[in-house]
């Protein structure tokens, strides 16, 4: 067991109608705020019109940035920081889902930054401070409206990479689960994957030496939320309970408390992060493709225990297998939740890749050489799991 110290500051206003204290919360920063969304879905349902409604009553001047991408790149977070840097902007408001709030941390940290926010997210460059974000969310799933992260791509370089540093962690930030109701099957399946992956390869699957069971016990619980909840959200989109349900454990499942005492290694949003850096793809439905062929690939007499652990627990699968049987079964349990449960293709051929990049891929999610986790992973590893989910 690890070492560890654990802080997290946003101030959550979770449930209908607390948008009513947006206004307050916002302008507890300063006068001029910018507004940052992805496409027209925040107009659509109405939320945007409340929005402004809110921020016009306690005299907020409104500047805005629509139009972040599903995969944010790093020229729209440029555009933003510029914004900022000309109308001398006080605070983000960051209202969409993940992709909206990573871009909107990017911008935060590119403000102080004379240069292409890209140097900050290779190291070339440190963050030094950011601006104040809040957030308003739309869809449940990456948990960026609770952590100090967000991932930016660069299309021209074909990467995706991880932004981090304490002071883009939100200041306040909106769940309300209404706001969730118009997201489609197909991105509530994305993302209820999404969660599943932070649980699974951030922690549940991670290094075991002297982990503390409390917390494998809350993981648990978590992923059988989502187990449960999810496809009540696809059949019932305006299930006010699921879409609650959802919307908490995507903030928890990622908001540090869980990685207490534990290495995190994201070994499946690695190799992720570069499906979506080559081919643009939902990031959870690559996760839900490469998911469990990892599994199978790091199956072994030392790492089947956990995964019987997992499919007892989660699943209901038969304590008495062996841990190899048990493992198996887990495995096949959970490719059914995903695939005929949630009703996700399950080939990233179906999305139309093909293999011609795996093997520069696979080098890439191993910077060092190779890919640390609950098992460590080589270039050729890694091209072997793409190569299988296929």
Request: charged share 25%; with cysteine.
């Amino acid at each position: 067991m690890k070492n560890f110290i654990f802080q997290n500051t946003t101030k959550i206003y979770f449930g209908e109608n607390q948008l009513e204290n947006l206004g307050a919360e916002v302008k507890n920063f300063g006068s001029k705020v910018l507004l940052v969304y992805g496409g027209g879905s925040i107009k659509r349902i109405g939320l945007y019109d409340k929005i402004i409604s809110e921020l016009k009553k306690v005299g907020m001047e409104i500047f805005e940035l629509a139009g972040v991408e599903p995969n944010p790149r790093h020229t729209t977070v440029n555009k933003g920081a510029e914004i900022c840097r000309e109308n001398k902007i006080d605070v983000l408001l960051a209202v969409g889902g993940g992709s909206t709030i990573d871009c909107t941390k990017g911008i935060a940290a590119a403000h102080y930054y004379d240069g292409d926010v890209w140097d900050l997210v290779t190291g070339k460059a440190q963050v030094k401070n950011s601006l104040p974000i809040c957030t308003v969310l739309t869809i449940s799933a990456t948990g960026s409206e609770m952590d100090a992260g967000g991932v930016i791509s660069n299309i021209e370089t074909n990467e995706k990479l991880a932004l981090v540093h304490p002071s883009l962690l939100p200041k306040v930030s909106f769940l309300d689960p209404t706001n969730t109701f118009s997201v489609s099957a197909y991105q509530t399946a994305c993302g209820s994957a999404d969660i599943l992956s932070h649980l699974f390869d951030v922690y549940y699957f991670a290094e075991n030496d002297g982990k503390m069971d409390m917390i494998d016990r809350i993981i648990e619980e978590i992923i059988k939320t989502v187990v449960k909840f999810a496809p009540i959200a696809i059949k019932a989109p305006k299930n006010y309970e699921a879409r609650a349900n959802l919307m908490w454990a995507a903030s928890w499942a990622l908001n540090g408390f869980l990685g207490t005492g534990i290495i995190q290694a994201p070994t499946c949003h690695m190799i992720e992060h570069e499906l979506s850096a080559f081919y643009d793809i939902t990031h959870g439905h690559g996760l839900a493709i490469i998911t469990p062929r990892w599994m199978k690939k790091i199956l072994s007499e030392k790492t089947a225990p956990q995964f019987k652990k997992f499919g007892v627990n989660i699943f209901g699968v038969d304590k008495n297998l062996s841990d190899m049987d048990g493992a198996n079964a887990a495995i096949k349990k959970f490719e059914e939740f995903l695939f005929e449960t949630l009703g996700l293709k399950n080939k990233l051929s179906d999305l139309n890749i093909d293999d011609k990049n795996f093997k520069i891929m696979a080098k890439k999610a191993c910077p060092s050489g190779e890919l640390n986790g609950f098992v460590k992973l080589t270039p050729k590893d890694v091209e072997e799991i793409l190569q299988e989910s296929l």
